[in-house]
């Protein structure tokens, strides 16, 4: 691990506790909203394998389970323990079944089988080298399998994204994340069938693409 990957986990740590609160604010209210969309984005057949890469304390996985309940498998992977206790934690209060943790650097996590789709739920941007990470998960997915993203990526093609780019960078500073347009342009080179949706005014782009 990097210097800047351990600074990375380092500061995870510290925030875990007060993870969900802090997502809430900075996503203006809606990251139960970015929860649900990326669950009905998600495109798993029966007993398929979602992996999230970056899972904090679990954020996404209940809309995930709200909508395949025990028909599938997910795995979260956080290299921040604290972040992994907290999901833990709720796996335990919930008693999920068909969802287990690992706290690792997710360029550590080799599944002995390639998986269905691979969700970069509010992490991509949290890692120091969005094409890095962007390899690694295309690595771990079955040809055809899906590459579903959502991220604070800065946009230019309408006149309200000067707007919503200043607040992208604003809050950047404030949880240390790197956004970058070319983001988006990297998927295009790497990946297939990509679409892109943007939400709350720009502020969040849902990518959904797929491994050639
Ligand atoms: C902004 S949080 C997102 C949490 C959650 N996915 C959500 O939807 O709110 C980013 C997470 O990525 C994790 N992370 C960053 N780099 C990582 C790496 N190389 N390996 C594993 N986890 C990483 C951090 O520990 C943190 O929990």
Request: glycine share 6%; net charge neutral.
């Amino acid at each position: 691990m990097d210097i800047r990957q351990v600074a990375n986990k380092n500061k995870y740590d510290l925030a875990a506790s007060g993870y969900d609160v802090i997502a809430f604010l900075m996503s203006l209210g809606q990251a139960p909203r970015l929860y649900d969309e990326v669950a009905i984005k998600l495109d798993l057949p029966q007993g398929g394998t979602v992996v999230e890469l970056g899972c904090g304390p679990a954020s996404v996985v209940p809309s995930i389970l709200k909508k395949y309940g025990e028909s599938i498998e997910v795995i979260g992977i956080d290299f921040s323990s604290k972040m992994i206790d907290l999901a833990n934690r709720k796996k335990a209060i919930h008693s999920w079944r068909n969802v287990r943790f690992e706290c690792m650097d997710m360029y550590d996590f080799s599944p002995t089988e390639k998986v269905d789709s691979v969700v970069f739920c509010l992490a991509l941007t949290a890692m120091p080298d969005y094409k890095r990470a962007i390899e690694k998960a295309v690595s771990i997915l079955k040809p055809g399998g899906q590459l579903l993203i959502i991220d604070s990526i800065p946009l230019k093609s309408k006149w309200h994204h000067p707007i919503s780019n200043a607040y992208i960078y604003l809050k950047s500073m404030v949880v240390g994340a790197k956004p970058d347009g070319a983001i988006v342009d990297f998927i295009n080179e790497r990946t297939a069938q990509v679409e892109e949706r943007e939400m709350v005014l720009g502020v969040y782009t849902l990518i959904d693409a797929r491994k050639r």
